[in-house]
């Protein structure tokens, strides 16, 4: 569905770095009439135009905006899929109590939502010995969920698919995204890489699909503009090998974690500064790969290949250190926003008015 | 709008997803400078294994001798049916070997492996590396339908290895005929062929399934030199001169393609039909064998 008017898009976890990338994106479309972003906490972006409201995912404030503001296109992109970065019960509420909320808020019989678009993620699909080499978009993991996390991502994008069911006037789109990695993203991997030496299991060379930040944000952005129902696999070409990934990067494979017991030693590991989430484990042994020609039947074209991504993100690595601390941090200031956005005074019209211009080009658009 | 707007609705086929006139041109294109592909094979440490280990086996160890390699397509996809035995069997690497060597026009094999092997240390490693995908339908289909790959299935599986020197070319059960089901699903050829050799080059007298638990191994056999020799034992052939017969192919595709794929009763047809030209020709070939070392 490409509606030719305008959009109006609410989206969630504004203040995670997918909602900060993306609302950043959606301000240079002009058929993007308004944006409104939620979340607990304050923005870690400076926006031009999204309109920030501090909320909790409470259901009824949320349906309160969704009505009010006459949202028809919901991005959730809250997604927790890091069981070291944020605790397991903080992870269960925002997966499972908050997917529920904010899908809470679109229903009933007058919501003017009219698209949904869930990012998930592609341990959706678990990490296991008999799985096949390939996941595609119907295929079911073969054993339940071992962790929390997993269960957690299972359940959340089931309530999504039953909304799907439920409403079927809404363009449901959900993105399982593989293991992300770029400069800016902050996730297992990217720590893990950091490394002076990639970190293995003896005796194991998982296959491990990777995507790159900006190609998520894209791929995010191509939902909301093109005819997207349905599940989809976010996924750069190319699968690759640990051991090729670490060569990439100009590292060493390092196979410190013991093939048997791999979880009992992680745990002490992770006090000395190794966060390898348990999650992870699986994914070290087993590896994942998944098809990505759906997404791209769709007329979505990734900027990077795997292997690119890996090799952008080693040439950030040795880059940081030089050009680190230059760009400078952005801080939310409620008065300062709301002048910004509704003072009489402030001249909108001229080019370079706020930082954001730079953000943008940075994007590509 | 032509498409329904439920993802589940959509979910119960994915083929409407990918459209079938462009699921092969949107996979993924090849990078040259990598060394291994999406399959985790490496051309490196395979060149590096063929060259070495598999010429001298196949040369001077085994003395591989292959008839009717014509029969192996030299285009599309094509899966190879083989008798299979022996503690841990060379007929696989011997198989790729001969059409490498044999062959007018030299494809690779891959071999359908078991879920064991990625999930042991080492092995899981190697074994990606050489060939070797594991043995699940969704791989098997992918190689023949969307690769047009060369794909080798052993479809007597563990029930093979296992069996002892005494039941030597008896073929076992051929599995559920998943195998066949495969084959049809993707349009494919199937060829059937015969190993002889193989099952008295490592011949396993006896099976210890307390050593295979205390080890975690799919299996732990006594041959003569497994576990004298440690893990080398696994390596110790003995010089039985290898016959590689492969048979008239099968084309998939005359027998009614992706529709009787959901034919039960056709698939275990065609994998009764398979098995017994195997055994028909393997005991053809065992009569006119005069010697096992020599041929």
Same mark, same amino acid.
């Given at each position: 569905?490409?509606?030719?008017?305008?959009?109006?898009?609410?989206?969630?976890?504004?203040?995670?770095?997918?909602?900060?990338?993306?609302?950043?994106?959606? !301000?240079?479309?002009?058929?993007?009439?308004?944006?409104?972003?939620?979340?607990?906490?304050?923005?870690?972006?400076?926006?031009?135009?999204?309109?920030?409201?501090?909320?909790?995912?409470?259901?009824?404030?949320?349906?309160?905006?969704?009505?009010?503001?006459?949202?028809?296109?919901?991005?959730?992109?809250?997604?927790?899929?890091?069981?070291?970065?944020?605790?397991?019960?903080?992870?269960?509420?925002?997966?499972?109590?908050?997917?529920?909320?904010?899908?809470?808020?679109?229903?009933?019989?007058?919501?003017? +939502?009219?698209?949904?678009?869930?990012?998930?993620?592609?341990?959706? *699909?678990?990490?296991?010995?008999?799985?096949?080499?390939?996941?595609?978009?119907?295929?079911?993991?073969?054993?339940?969920?071992?962790?929390?996390?997993?269960?957690?991502?299972?359940?959340?994008?089931?309530?999504?698919?039953?909304?799907?069911?439920?409403?079927?006037?809404?363009?449901?789109?959900?993105?399982?995204?593989?293991?992300?990695?770029?400069?800016?993203?902050?996730?297992?991997?990217?720590?893990?890489?950091?490394?002076?030496?990639?970190?293995?299991?003896?005796?194991?060379?998982?296959?491990?699909?990777?995507?790159? !930040?900006?190609?998520?944000?894209?791929?995010?952005?191509?939902?909301?503009?093109?005819?997207?129902?349905?599940?989809?696999? +976010?996924?750069?070409?190319?699968?690759?090998?640990?051991?090729?990934?670490?060569?990439?990067?100009?590292?060493?494979?390092?196979?410190?974690?013991?093939?048997?017991?791999?979880?009992?030693?992680?745990?002490?590991?992770?006090?000395?500064?190794?966060?390898?989430?348990?999650?992870?484990?699986?994914?070290?042994?087993?590896?994942?790969?998944?098809?990505?020609?759906?997404?791209?039947?769709?007329?979505?074209?990734?900027?990077?290949?795997?292997?690119?991504?890996?090799?952008?993100?080693?040439?950030?690595?040795?880059?940081?250190? +030089?050009?680190?601390?230059?760009?400078?941090?952005?801080? *939310?200031?409620?008065?300062?926003?709301?002048?910004?956005?509704?003072?009489?005074?402030?001249?909108?019209?001229?080019?370079?008015?706020?930082?954001? !211009?730079?953000?943008?080009?940075?994007?590509?658009? | 709008?032509?498409?329904?707007?439920?993802?589940?609705? =959509?979910?119960?086929?994915?083929?409407?997803?990918?459209?079938?006139?462009?699921?092969?041109?949107?996979?993924?294109? $090849?990078?040259?400078?990598?060394?291994?592909? =999406?399959?985790?094979?490496?051309?490196? $440490?395979?060149?590096?294994?063929?060259?070495?280990?598999?010429?001298?086996?196949?040369?001077?160890?085994?003395?591989?001798?292959?008839?009717?390699?014509?029969?192996?397509?030299?285009?599309?996809?094509?899966?190879?049916?083989?008798?299979?035995?022996?503690?841990?069997?060379?007929?696989?690497?011997? &198989?790729?070997?001969?059409?490498?060597?044999?062959?007018?026009?030299?494809?690779?094999?891959?071999?359908?492996?078991?879920?064991?092997?990625?999930?042991?240390?080492?092995?899981?490693?190697?074994?990606?590396?050489?060939?070797?995908?594991?043995?699940?339908?969704?791989?098997?289909?992918?190689?023949?339908?969307?690769?047009?790959?060369?794909?080798?299935?052993?479809?007597?599986?563990?029930?093979?290895?296992?069996?002892?020197?005494?039941?030597?070319?008896?073929?076992?059960?051929?599995?559920?005929?998943?195998?066949?089901?495969?084959?049809?699903?993707?349009?494919?050829?199937?060829?059937?062929?015969?190993?002889?050799?193989?099952?008295?080059?490592?011949?396993?007298?006896?099976?210890?399934?307390?050593?295979?638990?205390?080890?975690?191994?799919?299996?732990?056999?006594?041959?003569?030199?497994?576990?004298?020799?440690?893990?080398?034992?696994?390596?110790?052939?003995?010089?039985?001169?290898?016959? &590689?017969?492969?048979?008239?192919?099968? =084309?998939?595709?005359?027998?009614?393609?992706?529709?009787?794929?959901? =034919?039960?009763?056709?698939?275990?047809?065609?994998?009764?039909?398979?098995?017994?030209? $195997?055994?028909?020709?393997?005991?053809?070939? $065992?009569?006119?064998?005069?010697?096992?070392?020599?041929?």
């Amino acid at each position: 569905m490409t509606p030719a008017g305008t959009r109006r898009v609410l989206l969630t976890g504004l203040s995670t770095y997918w909602g900060g990338r993306l609302a950043q994106a959606l !301000e240079a479309f002009e058929s993007v009439e308004t944006i409104i972003g939620v979340d607990s906490v304050e923005p870690r972006r400076e926006l031009e135009r999204t309109e920030f409201v501090k909320v909790s995912n409470h259901h009824g404030l949320l349906a309160r905006i969704v009505r009010a503001a006459n949202i028809d296109t919901v991005i959730d992109t809250r997604l927790t899929v890091n069981s070291v970065s944020s605790g397991p019960r903080a992870a269960h509420e925002n997966n499972v109590i908050g997917t529920m909320n904010i899908l809470t808020a679109c229903s009933g019989e007058d919501s003017p +939502v009219r698209q949904f678009i869930f990012k998930s993620s592609a341990y959706y *699909y678990g990490s296991e010995q008999d799985d096949p080499s390939f996941f595609r978009e119907t295929m079911l993991r073969p054993h339940p969920p071992p962790t929390p996390l997993e269960r957690d991502i299972v359940e959340a994008e089931t309530a999504v698919a039953e909304f799907a069911e439920k409403r079927p006037d809404v363009e449901v789109t959900i993105l399982r995204c593989a293991n992300v990695l770029g400069p800016d993203v902050d996730t297992a991997f990217t720590r893990m890489f950091a490394l002076p030496a990639v970190p293995m299991v003896l005796g194991f060379d998982p296959r491990i699909q990777f995507v790159h !930040e900006d190609d998520i944000v894209h791929a995010l952005e191509h939902c909301v503009f093109h005819d997207t129902p349905g599940v989809f696999n +976010v996924a750069a070409d190319g699968v690759l090998s640990m051991s090729e990934a670490a060569s990439a990067l100009g590292k060493r494979p390092a196979p410190i974690l013991p093939p048997w017991g791999t979880g009992l030693v992680a745990g002490p590991l992770r006090s000395l500064g190794l966060k390898v989430p348990s999650e992870m484990l699986n994914l070290m042994r087993f590896g994942r790969g998944l098809d990505n020609r759906a997404f791209k039947a769709t007329g979505f074209e990734y900027g990077h290949t795997s292997r690119e991504t890996v090799l952008k993100l080693g040439e950030h690595m040795r880059l940081d250190p +030089v050009m680190r601390g230059i760009e400078g941090g952005y801080t *939310y200031e409620r008065e300062v926003e709301d002048f910004l956005r509704w003072s009489p005074h402030v001249q909108r019209e001229r080019p370079g008015a706020s930082g954001v !211009e730079a953000d943008q080009d940075l994007l590509g658009i | 709008m032509a498409r329904s707007r439920s993802p589940l609705v =959509d979910l119960a086929d994915s083929k409407e997803l990918v459209p079938a006139e462009r699921h092969s041109e949107l996979m993924s294109p $090849i990078e040259p400078e990598r060394t291994l592909n =999406d399959w985790g094979r490496s051309e490196r $440490i395979e060149g590096l294994m063929d060259r070495t280990l598999f010429e001298f086996f196949y040369r001077y160890w085994f003395r591989a001798e292959v008839e009717g390699v014509e029969n192996v397509p030299a285009e599309g996809g094509a899966l190879l049916v083989s008798n299979h035995a022996g503690a841990l069997p060379p007929d696989a690497a011997m &198989i790729a070997k001969a059409i490498r060597e044999e062959h007018p026009r030299p494809r690779d094999l891959y071999l359908t492996v078991e879920h064991f092997f990625k999930g042991y240390p080492g092995f899981s490693m190697l074994i990606p590396k050489i060939g070797g995908v594991a043995a699940h339908p969704a791989n098997v289909h992918r190689l023949l339908y969307d690769e047009e790959q060369l794909v080798l299935v052993f479809p007597e599986g563990r029930k093979g290895t296992e069996k002892l020197y005494k039941d030597r070319y008896r073929l076992r059960r051929f599995g559920r005929g998943g195998f066949v089901e495969a084959a049809m699903r993707a349009e494919a050829k199937l060829v059937p062929l015969c190993v002889v050799g193989a099952e008295e080059a490592m011949p396993a007298f006896a099976q210890v399934p307390l050593l295979q638990k205390l080890t975690g191994l799919i299996y732990f056999p006594i041959t003569p030199t497994f576990p004298w020799l440690g893990p080398l034992g696994m390596m110790g052939y003995l010089p039985a001169k290898f016959k &590689i017969r492969f048979l008239e192919p099968i =084309d998939m595709a005359e027998l009614g393609g992706r529709e009787a794929a959901q =034919d039960k009763a056709l698939v275990q047809t065609v994998a009764q039909e398979v098995r017994a030209r $195997i055994q028909e020709n393997l005991r053809d070939m $065992i009569g006119k064998r005069k010697s096992v070392w020599f041929g």
